[in-house]
């Protein structure tokens, strides 16, 4: 894939940091919490591996929530675990800001567009540079993902489940 070498630029003038917190992922059937989506989703093109988290408790369950409505026929999952996760990563960029978003091509209108082209974008071009995630704000909550790109994660990164709760 081809990325505009202005929206590269913009990302590393920007710059990744690592990253250590803890965050939660909603998933269903006893599902691997650590499993990639590959197809593509908001901020990951089809092709590229990311793992999508939640800062916050509370936006990981809008995210699972919204998920499960957008479905034509509304799935009855034999199961729904919320899964709490340390994180360490060693190159992180820090997309919440809604000005350096704006400045990606990346506004409160392209947030919530489906499909997220524009989220997209950014998201390959981050992956492309071999960056081990974004933290983005999330479409669905008032609060933040982290997406991980676990093909780019460096030898010493950490995506380990703390705990988990059936819903």
């Known amino acids: 894939m081809v990325h505009d070498p202005a929206l590269l630029d913009a990302l590393e003038r920007e ?10 992922r909603h998933m269903f059937n006893g599902a691997d919490p650590a499993r990639p989506n590959t197809r593509g ?25 919204f998920s499960m409505a957008a479905q034509p026929v509304r799935p009855q999952p034999k199961s729904r675990e919320l899964h709490r996760i340390a994180v360490t990563l060693q190159a992180v960029g820090d997309l919440r800001d809604v000005a350096t978003l704006g400045s990606m091509g990346v506004g409160a209108t392209e947030l919530g567009r489906w499909p997220p082209t ?5 998201g390959g071009a981050a992956a492309w540079l071999q ?10 909550a008032d609060g933040l993902n982290l ?3 676990p093909d780019h994660m460096n030898p010493d990164a950490l995506l380990e489940v703390i705990d988990s709760i059936i819903l």
Do not use: H, I, M
């Not at 940091?17 to 965050?23: G, N, S, T």
């Not at 524009?118 to 950014?122: D, G, K, N, S, Y």
């Not at 960056?131 to 479409?139: H, R």
């Open 15 to 24: 710059g990744a940091a690592p990253l250590k917190c803890e965050v939660w």
């Open 41 to 65: 989703a908001r901020w990951n093109p089809s092709g590229v591996a990311a793992v999508y988290l939640s800062l916050q408790r509370e936006t990981a369950l809008a995210e699972a929530e």
């Open 118 to 122: 524009e989220c997209q974008r950014v």
């Open 131 to 140: 960056w081990d995630g974004l933290l983005v704000p999330s479409a669905r």
């Open 147 to 149: 997406v991980v790109f």
